[in-house]
């Protein structure tokens, strides 16, 4: 479906960009960097310069001072080329980025904000435990004050970006009392002392993007690295998850529409039966509920970029684009697999990758039931 009377000019500008970006330099090694874990380094740096480390930050904090449309945009171009480098991409703007516009001071946003957004600097999002994963409010990690510092204690799990990154945004409880009000955001340098990297996870997906544990001893920084009021950690991590939503529904677009490229050059190249797939009512028909199904996705992401620019509660909608988007994205890689039968599930072609990346998309920045479980309860509580 051709969208281009739902954007404006300046966003299919960003679209196309994206997009040649894509094809000319993610594509041809995407194959590679997720069969030996490669990091895309010198990708991420032209990303910065390009602008798309800080798609919706404003121009004077080193962003492209674009809308969440845009943004969408470019995630899901730079996805459907690879979704390892549209996952970091995504981080940096919507869990780093997006919450140090919002929460931190100015003095921070000259230090952390402006390297981050254009791309000088790469963030990591710090707040799953490994006995806290949904149940953020579980968290055990400390951060206790002391004369000019803060000494954190405690252990993440699932960082992405944690071995490349500059900066931690890392979240811990500093009164233990006060409950979810007593949680506090930080910012930490890579190299802080008392921060240790865990090993490298092996990953079923998006395996050129590096996802480790970190574990805090008594790593001291100082006070001004606290983000927000005190105790204001916990409204700052759902804010920035709500926007990191949209980028992972993003990133499932972007996946979902590469499996569908793929399925529709095989399906005019392929043969059986003397005739081509494409000629088969079978294969027809599933390739009409692949684009259905994405383009719905699509429409609901938007949606949810539409309430975020307009500075409305966007909490429900994020939610509810992440939850369609992701599950579409499994399904219509499945179904992208089975068009391509026994070459589907041979590394040779890049359906196989797609259907490993895609079920991330269901786990991370909030699973599927936890979506489900934010929009029944607004639900419930409407009057």
Not at 129 to 135: N, Q, T
Not at 218 to 243: K, Q, V, W, Y
Not at 251 to 256: E, P, R, V
Request: proline fraction near 3%.
């Amino acid at each position: 479906m051709n969208i281009d009377h739902l954007l404006t000019e300046e966003q299919k500008m960003i679209r196309d960009t994206a997009r040649d970006f894509a094809e000319k330099e993610l594509m041809p090694g995407a194959a590679e960097r997720d069969a030996q874990e490669i990091y895309p380094k010198d990708i991420i740096t032209r990303l910065g310069e390009l602008g798309f480390m800080g798609v919706n930050t404003p121009e004077k904090y080193g962003g492209a001072g674009m809308d969440c449309v845009s943004y969408s945009l470019a995630t899901e171009e730079l996805s459907r080329g690879d979704a390892s480098v549209g996952v970091i991409m995504s981080v940096n703007n919507s869990l780093i980025c997006y919450p140090l516009e919002m929460f931190s001071d100015e003095e921070q946003k000259q230090k952390y904000l402006k390297p981050l957004a254009s791309g000088k600097k790469v963030g990591a999002f710090c707040l799953t435990e490994p006995e806290s994963g949904s149940d953020a409010g579980a968290m055990t990690s400390t951060a206790v004050r002391d004369g000019k510092h803060w000494v954190l204690n405690g252990a993440k799990n699932f960082i992405t970006t944690g071995l490349n990154c500059d900066v931690y945004l890392l979240f811990a409880v500093s009164e233990k009392t006060r409950g979810s009000h007593g949680t506090c955001a930080f910012l930490i340098d890579q190299g802080t002392p008392g921060l240790k990297q865990g090993k490298r996870e092996k990953k079923m997906g998006i395996r050129s993007s590096d996802t480790v544990s970190i574990v805090l001893e008594d790593c001291r920084i100082p006070l001004e690295n606290r983000i927000g009021p005190d105790g204001a950690g916990f409204r700052i991590a759902l804010t920035a998850l709500d926007s990191g939503r949209i980028g992972i529904a993003s990133q499932a677009l972007g996946i979902s529409q590469a499996a569908l490229d793929e399925s529709l050059k095989y399906a005019h190249e392929r043969k059986q039966f003397g005739k081509y797939l494409a000629q088969f009512q079978a294969i027809q028909f599933k390739l009409a509920d692949m684009e259905t199904r994405l383009n719905a996705a699509r429409l609901l992401v938007y949606s949810a970029c539409r309430k975020k620019d307009a500075k409305q509660d966007f909490a429900v909608e994020s939610s509810m684009a992440k939850l369609f988007a992701s599950e579409t994205a499994s399904w219509l890689t499945c179904q992208a697999v089975q068009i391509h039968g026994g070459y589907g599930y041979l590394t040779d072609y890049p359906v196989e990758r797609h259907m490993r990346d895609a079920k991330i998309t269901e786990i991370y920045e909030g699973t599927s039931e936890m979506q489900r479980l934010i929009i029944s309860r607004y639900l419930l509580n409407k009057k």
